[in-house]
C-alpha cells in the first residue's frame, strides 16, 4: 500500500522505465566492474535498491530534459496535439465534434472557445483558451474516468517523451564507458574489452532508433493521448448531462403527479 502511495502507474511507465532505460549503458558498465555486487541475494537486494533509488532521483532530471525536448518538438510541428486537435482549421475531428467540444467546455468550465472566424485572426488567443481548457480537463478526467484508458495514453505519451528527452544522455554515457572500460585492464593502452563491446552493440542499436523511430512513437502517442483525453471527456460531460435531463424529467413527472 505504501508502495502505491509513493509511486503509481504513471511515474513507473513515464518516467521510472524510461530513466533506467536512459541509464542502461551505466548499470551494465558497473556490473562490468562490481560483478560481486550480484553474486549473493544479499549484494543483489543491495545493488537493486541502490539502482532504483537512482534510477528515481535521476527520473526528475529525466523528466525536466523530456518536457524541454517536448517544447521544441511541438514548436516545430505546430503546437501540441492536444491543441490542434481542438483547432477548427484541423481537420482531425469534423466541425461537429469541435462544436459539442466548445459547447462542454463552455458548459461545464466557463471557458469560451474562439469561434472559426475569431481564431483566423486571434490565433495565439485561441490557442492559450484551449491549453487552459486542456489543464482543466486532465483534472477532471483523473476524477472521473474510471475506465483509465485516457491514463493509459498519458502514460505511453510520458514514457516516449522522457525517452526523447535522454536520448543525448545514453549516447554520452556510452561514449564515456567505451573509452573508461578500454582502459580498465591495459592500463594505458586502449583495447577492445566485453565491456566496450556491450556499450558499442548498446549505442549502434541505441541511434538509429532514438532519431528514427522515437519521434515517430511520440508523435502517435500524443496523438492517441490528446484524442482519447478530447472525447472521453466529451462523452463523459453529455452522459451526466443527459442523466440530469431524465432526473429532472422524472421529478417534474412526480410533481404534477402528485401535486
Not at 564507458?177 to 563491446?197: K, M, N, Q, S, Y
Request: glycine share 6%.
Amino acid at each position: 500500500m505504501l508502495a502505491k502511495e509513493f509511486l503509481d502507474g504513471y511515474d513507473c511507465k513515464a518516467r521510472l522505465i524510461p530513466t533506467a532505460i536512459t541509464l542502461a549503458p551505466a548499470f551494465w558498465t558497473l556490473y562490468y566492474f562490481y560483478p560481486s555486487s550480484v553474486s549473493s541475494p544479499l549484494s543483489l537486494a543491495a545493488s537493486g535498491l541502490m539502482c532504483v533509488a537512482l534510477t528515481y532521483l535521476a527520473s526528475m532530471y529525466v523528466r525536466d530534459l523530456g518536457v524541454r525536448f517536448a517544447g521544441k518538438f511541438w514548436k516545430e510541428r505546430d503546437g501540441l496535439p492536444s491543441t490542434r486537435l481542438v483547432r477548427m482549421r484541423d481537420q482531425f475531428l469534423s466541425a461537429g465534434q469541435k462544436r459539442r467540444i466548445h459547447q462542454a467546455v463552455q458548459a461545464r468550465f466557463g471557458i469560451e472557445l474562439l469561434p472559426p472566424e475569431d481564431e483566423t485572426y486571434y490565433a495565439s488567443v485561441a490557442d492559450r483558451k484551449i491549453i487552459d481548457a486542456f489543464r482543466e480537463i486532465k483534472e477532471f478526467l483523473r476524477r472521473h474516468d474510471s475506465s483509465g484508458l485516457v491514463a493509459k495514453h498519458a502514460a505511453e505519451y510520458g514514457f516516449a517523451r522522457n525517452l526523447c528527452g535522454g536520448r543525448l544522455v545514453f549516447v554520452a554515457e556510452a561514449a564515456i564507458w567505451i573509452v573508461v572500460c578500454g582502459f580498465r585492464e591495459h592500463g594505458p593502452h586502449w583495447a577492445l574489452t566485453p565491456g566496450v563491446v556491450v556499450n558499442l552493440l548498446l549505442l549502434a542499436l541505441w541511434v538509429p532508433f532514438a532519431w528514427r523511430a522515437l519521434p515517430r512513437m511520440l508523435e502517435l502517442c500524443a496523438n492517441a493521448y490528446a484524442e482519447r483525453a478530447w472525447i472521453t471527456f466529451l462523452s463523459l460531460t453529455e452522459d451526466a448531462g443527459k442523466k440530469m435531463s431524465v432526473s429532472v424529467g422524472t421529478t417534474t413527472v412526480l410533481q404534477n403527479r402528485f401535486g
